[in-house]
């Protein structure tokens, strides 16, 4: 198991290792097989000088390796969000606000990572700079998920101790979960996404992949600017609710028997969990029937790019973006309408709880090969995309907050375990993450 960024933050402090030469391990790996498309762009001469500044270990990141999802703004580079067709795009002037909070935090980025195309999918796969394989060990390469693949990979291998990306529909969660690592989305709110290229302004969220939820909680505070409320409370003091309705829909085999798992070891150590069904969540479907958010801001923005290079995109990516050109003024208003509707109707179904529990998502990873670009496999991709999506996107439609922590077996393929509530709980659903991930690593 890598040792988390507090872990090595601790051994700096002692002396018992140095940034530079924990710069230079993260460097060997980022030019390991292990992360083939993962990168972009290698930053390594960057991420050597800020590790060999002077007392740069006092810093809340310590010179150690960081890597950005080709979404956001650092200055001097051209930000494509994977994509062909902003290849030629000029230069940054300057960093995003992302970028910039963990820069003054003392990261030391590694690189620019890899990602779905203009950030529309949930698989990570990636037709123009190859995609990624999933750092988990297999027996064939298996995707990433997305659509920050690159980040997650990057993590999950050794290459970064935190990876920036964002999520709008899980981006952040699905490849957390099917990388076996931490993945949290704050409430939208809390973090500017300022130099970030849009997917849904209504919807996009910036936030960070770790290795574990203390590191989770310190790349939010640096993001978000804001100390979280510790809390000493026991797990037995909560209340946490597991929904029926949706979110346990079928369930593979390996997903299944560690949720199951991971509900007993919760229960047996004196967890408060009670099941209700949200009959609401069944009405998502028809609340975004016209495309949602993310057809229509998506190409609000894109439509005049695709006019000019619509043979650079990605067909899958750009099928998506398309639908939002069908949408009329009135259903876009009706839709936003209907979302604060349902925001509230949600919110008062859930009084009562302190936060919820699902499987992040409810499959593991499936191989490369079987949704690789390819007219052939256009099904097969487009129904795993859906599967990814579906209980993660509902907290984004909600404007909650939710992290995915792992909860399988070194035998099994990683599985994530979600832990939502809505919009700013962020605190309580961090604080019942520690308890559980210290309880689920006994």
């Known amino acids: 198991m890598l040792p988390d960024l507090h872990t090595t933050r601790h051994g700096l402090r002692t002396g018992q290792m140095h940034p530079t030469a924990e710069i230079e391990q993260a460097i060997d790996t980022a030019q390991s097989a292990r992360c083939d498309h993962v990168f972009l762009q290698q ?75 203009f950030a529309f999918s949930g698989v990570g796969v990636n037709p123009h700079f190859g995609t990624p394989a999933n750092a988990s060990p297999t027996d064939v390469p298996r995707i990433p998920g997305g659509s920050s693949s690159g980040a997650a990979v990057s993590v999950a291998t050794g290459a970064a101790f935190i990876g920036l990306g964002s999520d709008t529909g ?26 970030a290229l849009p997917l849904s302004t209504t919807l996009d969220t910036v936030c960070a992949l770790t290795r574990s939820v203390p590191d989770a909680i310190l790349a939010h505070e640096l993001l978000a600017q804001r100390q979280v409320t510790r809390s000493t409370a026991p797990l037995g003091a ?17 997903v299944s028997r560690a949720w199951q798992r ?82 509230n109707t949600m919110e ?21 090969a079987d949704v690789a670009p390819g007219s052939e496999r256009d099904d097969a991709f487009f129904q795993v995309n859906t599967q990814l999506l579906r ?16 909860c399988h077996t070194p ?23 520690l308890q559980i991930e210290n309880l689920l690593h006994k």
């Not at 209980?391 to 792992?406: E, F, K, Q, R």
């Open 43 to 117: 930053t390594f001469a960057e991420a050597r000088a800020v590790a060999s500044t002077r007392d740069i270990e006092k810093k809340p990141l310590a010179g150690l390796a960081v890597s950005i999802k080709d979404l956001f703004d650092v200055v001097g580079q051209t930000t494509s969000a994977g994509s062909l067709a902003l290849r030629d795009a000029p230069l940054a002037a300057q960093d995003s606000l992302a970028v910039a909070r963990l820069r003054r935090a003392g990261a030391a980025f590694i690189g620019r990572t890899n990602m779905v195309e």
């Open 170 to 195: 899980g981006s952040i969660r699905i490849p957390a979960a099917l990388n076996g690592i931490v993945g949290f989305k704050n409430t939208a709110r809390l973090v500017p996404t300022a130099g």
């Open 238 to 254: 909560y209340r946490l609710g597991v929904v029926h309705t949706l979110m346990l829909d079928g369930l593979d085999a390996t």
């Open 262 to 343: 991971t509900l007993k070891t919760l229960r047996d150590a004196g967890a408060h969990i009670d099941e209700l069904a949200l009959p609401e969540l069944n009405k998502l479907q028809h609340i975004q029937a016209t495309g949602g958010f993310s057809a229509a801001e998506s190409y609000a923005w894109h439509h005049h790019l695709l006019k000019q290079k619509a043979h650079l995109y990605d067909p899958r990516v750009a099928a998506r973006i398309q639908r939002g050109a069908t949408m009329r003024a009135y259903e876009y208003i009706e839709l936003e309408d209907a979302r604060r509707h349902w925001i």
């Open 348 to 368: 008062t179904a859930m009084q009562g709880f302190d936060a919820f529990l699902s499987p992040t998502v409810p499959i593991v990873a499936p191989p490369i």
């Open 391 to 406: 209980n993660t996107s509902a907290i984004n439609m909600l404007d909650g907050c939710a992290i995915s922590i792992p």
């Open 411 to 433: 035998d099994e393929l990683p599985v994530g375990l979600m832990i939502w509530a809505g919009a700013m709980h962020d605190d309580p659903v961090l604080n019942i993450a």
